[in-house]
């Protein structure tokens, strides 16, 4: 490996900053966890860190958005899916937090409270900064100055130059966690096999999208890209279709509408590589309602509509590997949760080496008990398209330089 692992470290009576992540599907009614998978996926390498004292450091969502909340639910999920003792303290590196970390003893864990709350993690002047002028903000140098050696288990959100992924290996000694090591040496595999995948890409992350398109394209690393998800919507209205007044504001509202252009370079230059929906499925009066393209009403997109589902499910079928992000609908409102279910199933059903990304995807998966059909789950979404895009990801480089 080009990163130090935990096994080649000597981490007894440490105290030991982990940084995982448990981002979640989270019911923005009732804030409950609707998925568990990420945190179930840190729990190896935090049973292997029991000779030790395990600090947790992690966000959920962003300020912002509605499932922005505090990480006390997912202690208690944590605590209840390992059996550990899991403390959590409502700070990052106050008074409270570092009171907490002095009196943790071997073998118990301690999650901080979501670091997205401290503003230096996503402050746009910091996070354009190098790692190491990072490593010198208030967060980390307080932090590190508690515990004895930091561990990155966090391949979800390593293509961020956040200061929790990318600093602390500037001023600690620091290695991969287990989770994250088995990310590296799987994508690694599929990175450099002869045969390119097909991706399909869903979702609403449709900036991080067209720049790992844009990256897939000009490496030649890519045998088709399907769009689906607001992803589509982007790519249909650089197409010079008429998405309608509703989907138009929803754009707008999202910030989306200046990414048309760059959909549309993206198209010129490598059309023949991207599908984009040929029929919808819409919401006509508080139900699903499909129509092709070209005779779209004004009405709001919630999915794939059924000729789209058909034509890339054929894909998906011939595909030798297939790479699918992100979900193509609505996917909560069991009216438009075809397209995603359907992809999911296309994916689990071809012979192809498959590979879902993202946490709302495992969970599809896992209600249609598809999961054993599916040859690897990552648990990146953006990551795991990034890494397989080639690029350098900064939570990942972060570790190489110190090693
Ligand atoms: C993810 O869910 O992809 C990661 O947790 C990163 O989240 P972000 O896109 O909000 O940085």
Partial sequence: MEFATIDEQDLEDKKILVRVDINSPIDPKTSEILDDTRIRSHIPTIKSLSIGKTILIAHQ?????????????????????????????????GSAARKAISELENGEVLMLENVRLCSEEVSDTVIKKSPKEQSKTLMVRKLSSYVDFYINDAFAVSHRNQ????????????????LMEKEVKTLSRILNNRENPVFIFGGAKVKDSLKVMERLLDNGKVEKILTAGLVATVFLAAKGYTIGSKNKKILEEKGLLELVDEARKLLEKYGEKIEIPVDLALLKNGARFEAPMDK??????????IETIARYSTIIKKAKIAVL?????????????????????????????????????????????????????????KATLSFLAGEKLPGIEALRRRK
């Fill in 325 to 381: 992000n992100g979900p193509s609908g609505m996917f909560e409102v069991s009216d438009f949760a075809l397209g995603t279910e359907e992809l999911v199933k296309a994916v689990a059903k071809s012979r192809c080496f498959s590979v879902l990304g993202g946490g709302h995807l495992s969970a599809v998966a896992k209600k249609l008990k598809l999961i054993n059909d599916i040859s690897y789950i990552s648990t990146g979404g």
């Fill in 163 to 178: 200061p929790s992924i990318v600093a602390f290996p500037y001023v600690l000694p620091s290695c991969a966690g287990k």
């Fill in 296 to 305: 779209l009403p004004d009405l709001k997109i919630m999915d794939i509509g």
């Fill in 61 to 93: 969502s962003r300020p912002g958005l509605e499932d922005f909340t505090t990480l006390e639910a997912h202690a208690r999920r944590l605590q209840e899916i390992s059996r550990l003792k899991v403390r959590y303290v409502d700070d990052i590196f």
